[in-house]
């Protein structure tokens, strides 16, 4: 038996046999890239899961957004019980990077909100890939961003071994070194506690804690602790305490980066005096050596990513170091060999085009910081990867995608087909495996094309018709202002329906979705409901109004994407509001009934009733979880129009933060995003009833 052991109370079943013999196959064939075409619902992920356990490749699995990535994290955990399934995503609960605007010379300083949990999920999946051979991580495109050197993250690890040489000074500027900091009274993790001859240490990544006896210059022994009640958990002959961040560094490398950085320093300046820029170069010397000061005395400095080129040696331009390199460090390690991991690029029709479109956004923002003083030139080398050092660093992978883009195709060694005929949107490889036949035996829902006259009293007998059923209904427009009349028409005529779109605010949309997943209304008429996180059992209709409008919401992909909403309802049905077939459609349409037809042959083949899937209650209501519920609670009190008298406003602000922070610890990052835009609206009333602090707060500003 492999060291990458999968769970799961079912066997491969539908088309995931063959799929997965292929996959196995091109990977055994030293394949480089290939396309899992998943239809929804066919068991995408148990694929990928089985994949790893059959290949016992480490895998890094990229995901396009948090949510999908909690969900699949959430999956995996659950096939992996007894291996290292990590979580890497940006640990930010509200982020506002540094900027400047020069056309109002406004100076936006960093502001940010850090998730202490997701920062040590962080930590334990970089220290899982350097310490276990079977890891998985689950990651967001946050994962191609600069993280510091694996290199030192590994060097820099404290070893112990009972009986070697260790005096309690050492140890503790070791500790120190590494970003871990001295708390005698409250013992947390990234902390440590010295204790006479004891010193307990709490690593961020560990839920125990290591307590090492000193016996004056020697290790006496070394136990493991639990930190909550001090009970000694087991007796250790060693032990390895890694770094409490990513960014460290040797002495020597910050010596050198100190130099680096103060000859960088006097040339930028000096090329500011000659262009006659005194106030850039005033400003960029003061903060400049501020910083020098904070990093010479405590190896740290806030935004010291700014200087991660310098501390780790690098040349300029050269590729940030991401967490895919810690995945190739412990390939380096002995027997490496067996290490080689899988790359699993999810959702890879919108992940791909996020990770191309990620460098350039940064540098734009951060060009204009070095070019106003705000930034040393180097600050541009703290960046994501730029797309052709994303792809030089890609393993073996698999794009995972019911409707691949054509990157991967091309990647596959296939192309889009430009025409319906055939019943395919790409040309056939052995590249490109199909997962199409789902186990539950639910087939695509039947696709019809309505003319658009007389189109909403058609849908609204459609509507009514799928309500008596117990089913509901999504309505996809083309503008904002046409979901909102829709709406408001349907309710005109007795159906109970809401609109769903970008200028509502995040609480807003929370509710509404929930309405709609508890059954609150019917219909639901929105723009682009794909990113909703809309797979909900009951949908049997979805109606695309405006379908021959070429474009992005109306391309095939988006067509075949939103027709998925009705896949997972056995008496589901699409229609295509329209006038004409355009090349979109044609070809989404053709796609679509091939994939019907697959179904349909094999649920005869082995006589098998389609049912629609049944939600469990708990799982359906994933909205009235506990953190979520008692926000909303206070969130509500928003929606009565009635202002909060200004002596509650301290209290009501401490508790919304309260449960932002429980939201975001627990994953549920759509009620943190609503706790957080609530928090802001409670702090722009608390500025209003208090004149005096809002006088202070604008000086300040003027001042900065």
């Known amino acids: 038996m492999g060291i990458f052991r999968l769970q799961a109370p079912f066997e491969p079943s539908g088309d995931q046999p063959a799929a997965l013999d292929a996959l196995c196959r091109n990977i055994e064939a030293g394949e480089q890239r290939q396309v899992l075409l998943g239809v929804t619902g066919s068991g995408k992920t148990y694929t990928m899961a089985q994949l790893i356990a059959r290949t016992q490749r480490p895998a890094l699995v990229i995901s396009p957004n948090k949510v999908l990535a909690a969900q699949l994290y959430a999956e995996f955990k659950s096939y992996f019980p007894d291996n290292a399934v990590e979580y890497f995503i940006s640990y930010y609960d509200y982020y506002q990077p540094e900027a400047y605007l020069p056309q109002t010379d406004t100076y936006i300083e960093k502001d940010a909100d850090i998730n202490d949990h997701i920062d040590k999920l962080r ?32 060097e820099l690890c404290v070893y112990l071994k009972t009986g070697m040489t260790m005096s309690r000074a050492q140890l503790t500027a070791r500790l120190t070194r590494i970003r871990y900091s001295r708390n005698d009274v409250s013992f947390e993790q990234g902390s440590f506690r010295a204790r006479g001859g004891a010193i307990d240490i709490f690593p961020p990544y560990s839920q125990t804690a290591v307590r090492v006896e000193l016996d004056g210059v020697a290790v006496k022994t070394i136990c493991e602790l639990q930190p909550l009640t001090g009970d000694i958990l087991k007796k250790l002959d060693e032990a390895w305490v890694y770094p409490g961040k990513h960014f460290v560094s040797t002495d020597t490398e910050m010596n050198a980066a100190l130099g680096a950085i103060e000859t960088e320093l006097k040339e930028t300046l000096a090329d500011l005096r ?17 910083d020098l000061e904070m990093l010479a005395q405590a190896g740290y400095c806030s935004g010291v990513e700014n200087y991660s080129r310098h501390i780790s040696g690098r040349p300029p331009g050269a590729r940030p170091l991401c967490l895919m390199d810690y995945f190739y460090a412990r390939q380096e ?57 994303f792809e030089q660093l890609m393993p073996q992978t698999v794009f995972v995608s019911a409707t691949p883009g054509p990157y991967e195709l091309k990647q596959a060694g296939s192309s889009v087909s430009k025409s319906a005929e055939g019943g395919r949107l790409y040309t056939e490889t052995d590249s490109i495996v199909e997962l199409i036949i789902r186990p ?36 996809l427009s083309l503008t904002k202002k046409t979901a909102e009349d829709l709406a408001e028409f349907f309710t005109g005529k007795g159906i109970k329906a809401q609109y769903l779109h970008s200028d509502l605010d995040t609480l807003k949309r929370v509710e509404i979705l929930k309405q709609f997943r508890d059954g609150e209304f019917d219909a639901l008429v929105g723009i682009n409901l794909l990113r909703e996180g809309l797979d909900i059992p009951e949908v049997g209709l979805v109606a695309i109004l405006g379908a021959d409008n070429e474009g992005f919401l109306r391309s095939e992909t988006t067509l075949i994407q939103i027709s998925g909403r009705a896949a997972r309802n056995a008496g589901g049905e699409v229609i295509l509001y329209a006038d004409r077939i355009t090349g979109s459609m044609a070809r989404a349409l053709s796609e679509m009934n091939r994939r019907r037809e697959k179904q349909q042959a094999y649920n005869r083949a082995h006589n098998i009733t389609p049912a629609s899937i049944i939600k469990a209650s708990a799982t359906l209501k994933e909205f009235q979880l506990e953190a979520k519920q008692s926000g909303l609670k206070i969130l509500h009190g928003a929606g009565s129009g009635e202002l909060p008298p200004p002596r509650a406003l301290p209290a009501l602000m401490k508790a919304v933060e309260a449960q932002m922070r429980q939201a975001a610890d627990n994953l549920d990052f759509e009620t943190a995003a609503a706790l957080r835009d609530r928090l802001f609206e409670l702090k722009e009333l608390a500025v209003k009833f208090s004149p005096s602090k809002k006088g202070a707060r604008q000086a300040r500003g003027r001042k900065q």
Not at 123 to 151: E, F, H, M
Not at 274 to 290: F, G, H, I, M, V
């Open 274 to 290: 000659a262009r006659n820029k005194p106030l850039e170069a005033q400003r960029l010397e003061q903060r400049t050596k501020y």
């Open 440 to 475: 539950t035996g639910l087939v695509d829902p039947p696709v019809t094309v309505q003319p658009s006259r007389g189109q909403i009293a058609h849908l609204s007998a459609k509507i009514a018709e799928k309500t008596k059923h117990g089913q509901r209904t999504l309505v």
């Open 333 to 389: 390690k002995p027997g490496g060999e067996n290490n080689k991991f899988l790359l699993f690029i999810d959702e890879s029709h919108v992940t791909v085009p996020q990770v191309r479109g990620m460098y350039e956004g940064d540098r734009a923002r951060k060009r204009t910081l070095v070019d106003f003083g705000f930034r040393l030139p180097s600050a541009l080398d703290n960046r994501p990867l730029k797309f052709d050092e």
């Open 123 to 154: 930590l334990k999946a970089t220290t899982s890939l350097l310490s276990r051979p079977d890891t998985i991580v689950v990651a967001s495109v946050s994962c191609i961003y600069n993280i510091g050197s694996p290199k030192n993250f590994e």
